[in-house]
């Protein structure tokens, strides 16, 4: 498919409604029967795609809003699935906004080959945003072209509530013992998802026993910290983690301060206040406070409540919460470059100044000594120490560590350094700029400001696909696209091998000739978490 026509067939998945059908009138060959109805898709160029499947029984509006999500009810109807749904309410900014926004947003897409296979593999997609932003809907998203390149897998990507509609603490109000899940409803609804793909994706050509989760930044944090919530094993055995580890939460007392903060700013004193305060209000006064594209908020992120999360993610993993599970994850060189590009260099130092105000206030003198002297060596322009820092604050500290801990608890790690640069000089490497690649659409690079090595870009595909498949991302040369097998080293203690993503050049590298961090002054900051 051309990028115009990529873009036309886009575009023709917005702005309908999803209707039943009653009529009869449908194509019998698209019509798929699930627990909660039978929903069909649409074929072009021989992949079926079907949006907008709801998967829970009633959406978290009225009355439900800040309740766990609902379990679907059996339903004989036949519905089509031809549109995205909208994404959940946020502040403004994101891609995923191009179909508008509602409280009513759980559902989820399909897309396969048009194939007789049975049992394929299936890919779980979790967007990312900083928990704040973000939704299926985003064009980057579509994954007409990924299945086309690899029809022998399944994708499906899933909405979840964000911000302070998905991680919201309320239970310390007055009338908030009844809303005892609020400050970690996003990763609920992902579970909920979860379990409609279990239940149902057998009908696609899925296998329910084969199923990776997937996800980038927050969507990759979502993927490291669901494998901590009890009974959650059931529904994946593989993870792909794309700069997101458990480092990507916040405490009981951060989340109340984010919600005491709301609650002033709105003229609030309970839920049944709250309750009365359209969801509109809510996006525009968060967005004044903690917005991401506003004020690079960055302060909403699942709650470590004891509840549903451990008070310690580190001390799971390390005792083996997880070990059962396979993973592929890594990060980027420049992780936080992409904020500074977003900013520019003013705001990034106005913002970074208090940043690190704060997050050495957390700290003990020694420690503060030893982040000092590590910045004090960085050299460059003024803003390279800060966005140095929260690189290894924020990404890729946290991500080494979660290969450490994974390994030392018996669990498996494919680890990946990427290095790819993007054309803008702030941007470099940074957060995020790997997502045109892994989901081949070149067309929307806008953001990066050029087209990868087509074979690069596939390479990378086929090990995420081959990951997802076998539990090893290795290549051999007979499905390489370049024709150069690919091995891939498991992360070890004695070794620390990861993978280096070099656009003309993947290889494997100990991580001490990389010094992809700092094992005495910055990979002590996995201890502070991330906010």
């Known amino acids: 498919m051309n990028p115009q026509e990529n873009k036309d067939t886009m575009k023709s998945m917005y702005g309908g409604k999803n209707k039943q059908i ?15 109805g039978t929903f069909v898709g649409r074929n072009a160029e021989n992949i079926i795609s079907y949006l907008g499947i709801p998967f829970v029984g009633q959406q978290p509006v009225g ?3 800040w309740k766990v999500p609902t379990d679907v009810t059996p339903d004989d109807g036949i519905y089509e699935a031809y549109y995205y749904e909208k994404a959940p309410m946020q502040a403004p900014g994101d891609p995923a906004m191009e179909n508008g926004m509602s409280e009513d947003c759980l559902y989820l897409n399909i897309w396969h080959a048009d194939d007789a ?3 394929k593999p299936v890919i779980v997609w979790i967007y990312g945003g900083a928990f704040d932003v973000g939704g299926a809907t985003d064009p980057q998203y579509d994954c007409h072209n990924f299945i086309q390149e690899n029809p022998e897998v399944i994708v499906v990507t899933i909405n979840y509530r964000l911000s302070f509609f998905g991680f919201f603490h309320l239970s ?13 409803l996003g990763l609920l609804d992902q579970l909920k998802a979860l379990k409609w793909v279990h239940e149902n994706i057998a009908g696609f050509g899925g296998d329910p026993d084969n199923v990776t989760i997937w996800g980038e930044s927050a969507g990759a944090a979502s993927c490291t910290l669901l494998p901590l919530i009890n009974g959650s094993h059931q529904y994946f055995k593989r993870v792909i983690s794309q700069s997101g580890a458990p480092g990507q939460t916040r405490s009981t007392e951060q989340a109340i301060a984010c919600t005491n903060k709301m609650m002033e700013a709105l003229g609030c004193k309970s839920v049944a206040d709250l309750l009365q305060v359209s969801a509109e209000k809510f996006a525009d006064t968060f967005a004044q406070m903690f917005g991401l594209y506003q004020v690079l908020g960055i302060r909403t992120m699942p709650e470590r409540d004891g509840i549903h999360l451990p008070l310690n993610t580190w001390k799971a993993y390390a005792n083996g919460a997880a070990k059962d599970i396979e993973f592929l994850q890594g990060c980027n060189k420049d992780e936080m470059n992409t904020f500074l590009g977003a900013l520019g260099v003013e705001d990034w130092d ?20 030893l982040v000092e002297s590590w910045c004090n060596e960085i050299k460059g ?4 120490p800060t ?8 990404f890729i500290a946290p991500q080494i560590r979660l290969s450490d801990e994974q390994t030392k608890a018996g669990g498996k790690s494919y680890t990946y350094y990427y290095r790819v640069e993007s054309s ?3 941007i470099k490497a940074g957060h995020a700029s790997e997502l045109s690649v892994v989901f081949a659409h070149p067309e929307l690079d806008e953001f990066t400001g050029r087209i990868y090595d087509e074979n690069f870009c596939k390479t990378v595909r086929k090990m995420w696909v081959q990951f997802a498949k076998t539990g090893n991302p290795s290549l051999s040369a007979d499905i390489s696209p370049d024709g150069k097998a690919k091995e891939w080293p498991l992360y070890d203690q004695k070794d620390r091998q990861v993978m280096v993503l070099d656009e003309f050049d993947i290889h494997p590298a100990k991580e001490s000739d990389l010094k992809i961090v700092d094992w005495d002054r910055t990979y002590f900051l996995t201890n502070y978490y991330m906010p």
């Open 22 to 36: 009653i009529d009869g009138n449908y194509d019998k060959s698209l019509a798929v029967k699930c627990i909660n």
């Open 387 to 394: 966005v140095q820092l929260f690189s290894q604050i924020m």
């Open 172 to 184: 310390h109000l007055p009338d908030g013992k009844d809303y005892p899940d609020a400050q970690n």
């Open 63 to 65: 009355n439900l809003r």
């Open 117 to 119: 296979a049975k049992k």
């Open 350 to 369: 106005v913002w970074a100044k208090e940043r690190t105000a704060g997050k050495l206030a957390q700290m003990t003198d020694k420690e503060k000594a």
């Open 381 to 384: 322009e003024s803003y390279e």
């Open 424 to 426: 803008q000089p702030l």
